[in-house]
Structure formats: structure tokens, C-alpha cells
């Protein structure tokens, strides 16, 4: 096996940095991961102090966001890759035999069309909507705040609703084929805050079934582990 470049993962418990650590562990890949925390400002930076919140910005990500995947090679040069699917594809290429991001081209399509949907739909201008509406419009106005909440309350239940819609039609064990891949192990943490804000999620049976089948395993174990969270169903 060749020899890997350090990582460091920049992430919040329950976060949906989890399923960059999910991905990880899958793949038995080692890292080191830096828990962050809100400044006075509300911003986000490395809870160890190690960078303030505005080397955080300039260094690992443009939006004080979680995760932050920073890779240092070798040489000592470091890159910084942001956007949950960039990341857990990035990872994937790491073991590519394991086939996380789809076996064949059609595959690798469809995990990546999930990766993007579950980024852009669900967690962008649903959970986003729901959780970050200063993200959309002025929170001082609470009829404007409430609205967006709202819109994205509704967005996030059309996903799920359509995700389930795709799996009732499919058939298969998981999402994309017939084994385990990043489609899957970003669901994860979805599913999770759907329970948290109770959406309810045990009426979308496929689903529920494959987060029970992704709970059994080792991988997600130790990372609920490593993120001091209980599972759900174990
Ligand atoms: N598009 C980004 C979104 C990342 C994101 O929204 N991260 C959240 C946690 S799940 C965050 O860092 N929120 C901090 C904030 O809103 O200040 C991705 O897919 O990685």
C-alpha cells in the first residue's frame, strides 16, 4: 500500500464533518481530526487554539465552515479541500479498490449525483434553511426568518420523501448498488438530524434500514465513538 500524506480533519460532533470521519475509518485511513468551536463572533475555529478564527479562514476554509480536509504531503506543502462531496471523493480515490465512490462509471455517477443532491438540496436549502437562515435573508426580521425555516422544512421532507422514492424503486441493499459506498455513509449524519428535529424518520423504511445496517459497523461505531455520540439504534 503506498505510503499516504498526514490529514487533518477539521470538524464539529454531529456535524456533517462526520461522514468525512465515517469515510475514513471505512477506509481505515489514519488522521488526525481538531474539534472547532464559535468564537465571540460566532465564527468557527480549531477549539485547540492552534489557529485563530481568521488563519482558520485563510488556511483550511473560505467560510469558517466544518469539515476542513488538509492534506500535507510529504515535502511539507499542504492543500486544504472544502465541500463535503470533494472531500469524501477525494477519499475514496485514496482506496480505490474499495469502489466507496461507485464500481462502474454508472455508478460513479449515481454516487455522485447523490453526493451533490444530499450537499445542495438536503443539507444546502433544507437543513441550511432550517438551522442557518442568516445564511438566506436578515434574522432580525422574524417573519423573514420564520419563512425561510419554513421553505426549508419542506425542502428537507421532499428529500427524504425523494430519497425513499429512489430506494423503494431500487430495490438494492444500499443506496447505490450492491455494496457500501459514499452515497451511504453521507446519509448518515443526515438521518441524524433528522431524528434530532424529529422529521419522523423511521416512516422512510428503506432508509432507516440501511442507517441501521451502516450502525452495525465498526467504522461507524468508532466514529460515534470518537464524537462522544450514542447511536440510535444499537
Ligand atoms: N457546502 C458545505 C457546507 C458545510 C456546512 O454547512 N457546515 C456546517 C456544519 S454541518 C457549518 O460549518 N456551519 C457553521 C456555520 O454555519 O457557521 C459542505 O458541503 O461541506
Redesign the pocket.
Known amino acids: 500500500m503506498a505510503a499516504l500524506p498526514d490529514f487533518t480533519l477539521y470538524y ?1 460532533a454531529g ?3 462526520n461522514a468525512v470521519r465515517l469515510a475514513l475509518h471505512e477506509l481505515s485511513i489514519p488522521f488526525q481530526s481538531v474539534n472547532t468551536r464559535r468564537n465571540a463572533n ?1 465564527k ?1 475555529e480549531p477549539a485547540d487554539g492552534s489557529l485563530t478564527a481568521e488563519e482558520y479562514r485563510d488556511q483550511v476554509h473560505h467560510k ?4 476542513g480536509f488538509v492534506i500535507t504531503f510529504a515535502d511539507g506543502h499542504r492543500e486544504s479541500i ?4 470533494a472531500i469524501l471523493s477525494y477519499i475514496a480515490s485514496l482506496r480505490p479498490e474499495r469502489g466507496l465512490a461507485g464500481k462502474t462509471d454508472l455508478e460513479k455517477a449515481r454516487v455522485l449525483s447523490w453526493l451533490v443532491y444530499f ?1 445542495g438540496e438536503l ?2 436549502v433544507g437543513w ?1 434553511a432550517l438551522v ?1 437562515p442568516k ?1 438566506f435573508v436578515d434574522v432580525s426580521d422574524k417573519k423573514l426568518e420564520e419563512g425561510v425555516k419554513e421553505g426549508g422544512k419542506k425542502n428537507i421532507k421532499a428529500a427524504y420523501e425523494h430519497l425513499e422514492t429512489e430506494l423503494q424503486k431500487g430495490g438494492g441493499e444500499w443506496i447505490v448498488g450492491s455494496s457500501l459506498t459514499l452515497a451511504d455513509v453521507y446519509s448518515y449524519i443526515l438521518y441524524r438530524w433528522g431524528v434530532k428535529h424529529e422529521f419522523g424518520m423511521e416512516k422512510y423504511e428503506r432508509y432507516t434500514e440501511i442507517v441501521k445496517k451502516l450502525e452495525a459497523r465498526e467504522s461507524t461505531k468508532k466514529t460515534l465513538e470518537e464524537e462522544g455520540l450514542p447511536a440510535h439504534f444499537q
Open positions: 464539529s456535524a456533517c464533518s460566532l468557527i469558517n465552515y466544518v469539515p472544502t465541500e463535503t462531496p450537499a443539507h444546502g441550511g442557518a445564511r
